[in-house]
């Protein structure tokens, strides 16, 4: 897996637009990059998966450069439920047995 | 609704007491695993299992074990628990071992061992 580097903390208020970024400058050809996000004492949840250029679902946006060397979730209009640890997993196997979550950015939202 | 499912959610236990955490899923996912999470280390993989009948250590499997008889459950056991495996432990599957299918976890069990 190539290795990510992420912001450990970010403070944001609600309704205002929040952008992660993970940087994984060893990316390799077939790896995808994968966000998950934990709010406190339940699981991980799969948010959103892209290879390249950019990703929208219901939940968020990543925006992927040409390079590849980094990523960006974007969470649009943030809300205090949004306050939660976000993983940035980048790997051709990060949905099994190789899956390595580092520490996360911590999210906070506040009112 | 499709969901992996651990209990239960909070186990209390002394010293030296079995206990058995179990995972089931409904997804018919071939891949399934154990993590636990504890404050500053993040989540640290216990067992991994590819199939029936094909479990695998993770990065911390010491003082663990774990049977995959069924594709549904993924049953972890602590034989003789001790207080360092106070912990937070999770449950996941996913589609296959390989690949980049999603992660899916159950919501947790607190475990205190005194």
């Known amino acids: 897996l190539a290795k990510t580097t992420q912001p450990i903390s970010m403070d944001s208020y609600e309704g205002q637009e929040v952008n992660i970024t993970c940087s994984h400058n060893n990316i390799a050809t077939n790896d995808y990059i994968t966000w998950y996000q934990q709010f406190p004492s339940q699981g991980p949840r799969f948010i959103i998966q892209g290879y390249k250029t950019k990703v929208t679902n219901e939940v968020a946006s990543l925006f992927i450069p040409a390079d590849r060397k980094s990523s960006t979730l974007s969470l649009p209009r943030v809300s205090l439920s949004d306050t939660a640890v976000y993983y940035c997993?980048?790997?051709?196997?990060?949905?099994?047995?190789?899956?390595?979550f580092g520490a996360g950015t911590r999210l906070f939202v506040k009112a | 609704e499709a969901q992996v499912t651990q209990n239960p959610r909070y186990l209390i236990t002394v010293t030296g007491k079995k206990l058995t955490v179990t995972c089931s899923q409904n997804?018919?996912?071939?891949?399934m695993s154990w993590y636990r999470q504890d404050p500053g280390l993040g989540l640290r993989q216990i067992y991994y299992?590819?199939?029936?009948?094909?479990?695998d250590k993770g990065d911390v499997p010491e003082g663990y074990k774990v049977s995959r008889k069924e594709k549904r459950n993924f049953p972890l056991i602590l034989e003789s628990p001790s207080p360092n495996q106070t912990s937070l432990y999770f449950c996941?599957?996913?589609?296959?071992?390989?690949?980049?299918?999603?992660?899916?976890f159950g919501n947790g069990t607190r475990l205190t061992v005194t």
């Open positions: 997993l980048v790997g051709e196997d990060t949905g099994g047995f190789k899956t390595i």
């Open positions: 997804m018919n996912h071939e891949y």
């Open positions: 996941a599957s996913s589609l296959s071992g390989t690949g980049v299918p999603p992660l899916h």
């Open positions: 299992s590819m199939n029936v009948e094909v479990t």
